[in-house]
């Protein structure tokens, strides 16, 4: 699975956007971009994952850019209990596990 | 209604006792699958289940043995437990290798003393 490179920390304004990036430049054709984040002593959420289309669902939405060596995952309207660990994942196929990195803490400031 | 559970929540043993803990998953997925997080917050996956068959061993110590008796069960069991194995324990599953998500139970923190 590609390697993934999230900044350590980010700090967002309650009722505001909150654009959590993360570079995967070799990422290889055939691997999906995930996201999960990992509230405080709870298990990891997933939100969202995508191969080279922006998606959106309830919680998040996930823009990839062209060469999809980098994306952004975007909460529109973030809350005090959007503050999380959030872990973007690169893999392929097969029923081998994520691996997760360190993620990046966000806080949700009132 | 919980998808995916773990018993039990808490865990706090002697060191070099024997013990277990129970998942059991309702979501009706192919694979399941243990991780630890440690101390330092670090998820590291330990192993997966598919159909009964090991699929992942990730260089973890014999000590800790998976055991599956269904499709929707996979316990962790570790013998002689030591302090390092403090930690916290996730269960997971996923199904057709996890293309739409893994969905991960609530942890088991276990102390060893």
């Known amino acids: 699975d590609a390697k993934t490179t999230q900044p350590t920390s980010m700090d967002c304004a309650e009722g505001r956007a909150a654009n959590l990036p993360c570079n995967h430049s070799t990422i290889s054709g055939n691997e999906y971009v995930y996201w999960y984040r990992q509230i405080h002593s709870q298990g990891p959420q997933y939100i969202i994952h995508?191969?080279?289309n922006n998606e959106t669902n309830e919680m998040a939405s996930l823009i990839i850019t062209e060469d999809r060596k980098s994306s952004t995952l975007i909460l529109p309207h973030a809350t005090l209990r959007d503050t999380a660990v959030y872990y973007c994942?690169?893999?392929?196929?097969?029923?081998?596990?994520?691996?997760f990195g360190k993620g990046t803490h966000l806080i949700i400031q009132p | 209604d919980t998808a995916v559970s773990q018993t039990p929540k808490y865990l706090v043993t002697q060191m070099g006792n024997d013990k277990s803990i129970k998942c059991e998953q309702n979501l009706g997925h192919d694979t399941m699958y243990w991780y630890k997080q440690d101390s330092k917050k670090f998820l590291k996956i330990m192993f997966s289940?598919?159909?009964?068959?090991?699929?992942i061993n990730e260089t973890v110590p014999n000590r800790f043995s998976p055991k599956s008796p269904d499709k929707a069960h996979l316990n962790l069991h570790i013998n002689s437990l030591e302090l390092g194995d403090s930690a916290v324990y996730f269960c997971a599953s996923s199904q057709d290798g996890g293309g739409r998500g893994y969905t991960f139970g609530s942890g088991t923190r276990l102390t060893v003393v």
């Open positions: 995508g191969l080279k």
């Open positions: 994942i690169v893999r392929g196929g097969g029923a081998d596990g994520l691996t």
């Open positions: 289940y598919n159909n009964k068959e090991l699929i």
